[in-house]
């Protein structure tokens, strides 16, 4: 499937690196997220966006920084990490407002030593 | 906000038996419930929504019924087969809560043959 890509699919970072997820969508949808998927939250929102404005930050740490410059583009920036922020990181995009189906990204598995 | 509860966490099955994934939400205004399916190492996708205003929905062996007044809704999957094996996420989303879904912590489905 090719309707949202993520890179990179796997990411290894030390607490003091500063790196950045990159999220793309070729299906025309106005609405992209970022989910956070761990053992102990499964599918956990983090940001939201609409029409490249954020409309959700779901409390989440100032050391995930998103950032939309289009409706195709997401990007995840990380610094200062730490281990317990390893999990996999789901992008997702949607028509926008509305009850549309939600289309995943396969994913960044980020390991945070 | 919304909260949503997913019941069982794990739920084994013999090949050929039903399944049924119960879960509950907070938010009376909530209109529109998904269920996603993830198999393992890929990405999470839509096997069926249901709107508030429907009791019951079919799709071949899956079925999701809608109980607005005690707030619940379920899966329901019939003659499962191995290839079912995966988690299944529960969502809801709410009218006036723009583009999100909360989603319920995951049923991890085994289908022995």
């Known amino acids: 499937e090719t309707g949202v890509t993520q890179t990179p699919r796997h990411l290894v970072m030390g607490m003091t690196n500063k790196k950045s997820l990159k999220c793309e969508q070729h299906?025309?949808?106005?609405?992209m997220y970022w989910y956070k998927q761990s053992a102990k939250k499964p599918l956990e929102l983090m940001f939201v966006?609409?029409?490249?404005?954020?409309?959700e930050n779901n409390s989440v740490p100032s050391r995930f920084s998103p950032e939309c410059p289009n409706s195709s583009h997401l990007f995840l920036h990380l610094h200062t990490l730490q281990p317990e922020d390893s999990a996999l990181y789901l992008c997702?995009?949607?028509?926008?407002?509305?009850?549309?189906?939600?289309?995943f990204g396969p994913g960044t598995r980020l390991t945070v030593t | 906000g919304e909260n949503v509860e997913q019941h069982p966490s794990t739920l084994s099955v013999q090949e050929g038996d039903s399944a049924v994934i119960k879960c509950t939400y907070s938010d009376s205004a909530s209109n529109y419930f998904p269920w996603y399916k993830q198999e393992l190492g890929k990405r999470p996708q839509l096997i069926i929504d249901i709107r508030s205003n429907v009791g019951e929905k079919k799709d071949q062996r899956i079925a999701v019924t809608l109980n607005k007044t005690a707030k619940h809704f379920s899966l329901h999957i019939t003659e499962t087969q191995p290839e079912d094996s995966a988690v299944y996420f529960c969502a809801a989303k709410t009218l006036n809560a723009g583009n999100m879904l909360t989603f319920g912590g995951g049923t991890r489905l085994m289908v022995k043959p």
């Open positions: 966006y609409n029409f490249k404005e954020q409309t």
């Open positions: 997702a995009s949607s028509q926008g407002g509305g009850p549309y189906e939600q289309y």
């Open positions: 299906l025309g949808h106005n609405a």
